[in-house]
């Protein structure tokens, strides 16, 4: 599951699904217009830590996260077992202990807020777990226009199906800053010269900004199923595709799959989600209905609660490629920003100060090309400083 560190959008048509044609309008209680509580939960097979996110719905104009916070959290299955959370930051709850749930094994979650509301998910039963059997790049075209390359899923076959699936992935590549040089401009000080400028020098960069590794989350719904199908197993799913002219795929580029075997029940769910919303976090927009997840008040039955408490078995594989691999002699795609040489005079200290732009090399003589003479010759930051597109620490991961 996406983090989902929650900023409900705060309209909402309230019109709870159910099998009645049509209901009658429904109020908050007044004690819960600050927000409806939004619940992010996912256990799964893995033995680890499991997460609780816990948030309230915000208005419309605010960029705030609202976690629920110094809530009471418990997961208990059909054998008697108790699993607590505490709150490790505001509106995230981690177990006390490693756990991992059994497939068959039947789970629940309860929650109590500071306010002593108390809320209860449906009993969910834990499915059986479905390895990825195979994870592959192949070259490709997508709707006949664009070509790329597909990361595709082939899994097992487990029996007793039909099985539901979810994906999520995480991306990461290698970039270079294509104008960097090993020095920098920085301030001397901040008292100006007697004519009113700020000394300025160039020195040794203090940090690795010429090659770095940008990670990022899917942050899409992506589901399949082998509902209909002879077999139980899915071959050639497609969970990914990236453009040839993408420049993530430039020089080394990897990718982490996740597999998630989901409910009947929770597929559905995610399902509708992704019908609802086609932005980056379904749960971010202004819904134009609301539909019931699998959790409840015990308080009021009438009281809204959005999100969902997911059961599944997981399972991950992780590729390595490069550009070469997929398009052997073929030009790498270009890097996506502009990047203009500038001498500014007026502008350096804004410049420097602000990590606005980057050394490149002295402008001695002043080059007439350029509208200023300004003492050094800048690039645009991202052209010469990769750390603005990602981490410069190589991953524990990472293999060549």
Request: charged content about 20%; glycine content about 6%; hydrophobic content about 35%.
């Amino acid at each position: 599951m996406q983090d989902l560190h929650i900023k409900l959008k705060y309209v909402i048509v309230l019109s709870v699904l159910t099998v009645v044609c049509c209901t009658e309008p429904f109020d908050i209680p007044k004690t819960k217009t600050e927000g409806i509580l939004v619940v992010d939960a996912r256990i799964t097979n893995e033995n680890k830590q499991q997460v609780v996110r816990l948030s309230r719905t915000v208005p419309l104009d605010s960029n705030a996260i609202n976690g629920e916070a110094q809530a009471q959290v418990l997961v208990s299955d059909d054998l008697g077992n108790e699993f607590r959370f505490n709150e490790s930051e505001s509106g995230t709850y981690l177990s006390d202990a490693n756990f991992a749930v059994v497939p068959g094994r039947v789970y629940e979650l309860k929650v109590e807020t500071s306010d002593g509301w108390s809320y209860s998910s449906q009993r969910t039963q834990a499915p059986p777990a479905a390895r990825i059997d195979r994870l592959y790049a192949e070259k490709g075209i997508r709707d006949s226009l664009e070509q790329g390359v597909f990361i595709y899923v082939d899994n097992d076959e487990p029996a007793n199906g039909p099985f539901y699936y979810k994906y999520e992935y995480e991306e990461t590549y290698k970039v270079f800053a294509p104008y960097w040089v090993p020095e920098e401009a920085y301030l001397v000080n901040f008292d100006p010269t007697i004519s009113g400028a700020v000394p300025t020098d160039v020195r040794p960069k203090m940090q690795e900004e010429q090659v770095c590794y940008p990670s990022v989350k899917s942050k899409r719904i992506i589901q399949g199923n082998t509902a209909g199908l002879t077999g139980n197993s899915l071959e050639k799913f497609p969970v990914r595709f990236v453009a040839q002219s993408n420049y993530i795929l430039a020089y080394h580029y990897t990718i982490l799959v996740r597999q998630y075997v989901q409910s009947p029940q929770a597929y559905t769910y995610y399902e509708t989600l992704a019908k609802l919303s086609s932005v980056e976090n379904v749960f971010s927009q202004i819904q134009t209905g609301f539909f019931e997840g699998n959790i409840t008040s015990d308080v009021d039955v009438l009281e809204p609660v959005l999100g969902y408490f997911e059961v599944a078995s997981v399972d991950e594989q992780r590729i390595f490629f490069d550009y070469g691999d997929i398009f052997p002699g073929e030009r790498r795609p270009n890097f996506p920003f502009l990047c203009e040489f500038q001498a500014p005079l007026r502008g350096l200290r804004s410049a420097i100060e602000f990590e606005i732009l980057e050394f490149y090399d002295y402008n001695d003589p002043p080059d007439p090309q350029y509208s200023e003479p300004g003492p050094y010759i800048m690039v645009p930051r991202v052209c010469g400083d990769c750390t603005v597109l990602g981490s410069n620490v190589i991953p524990d991961f990472w293999t060549e």
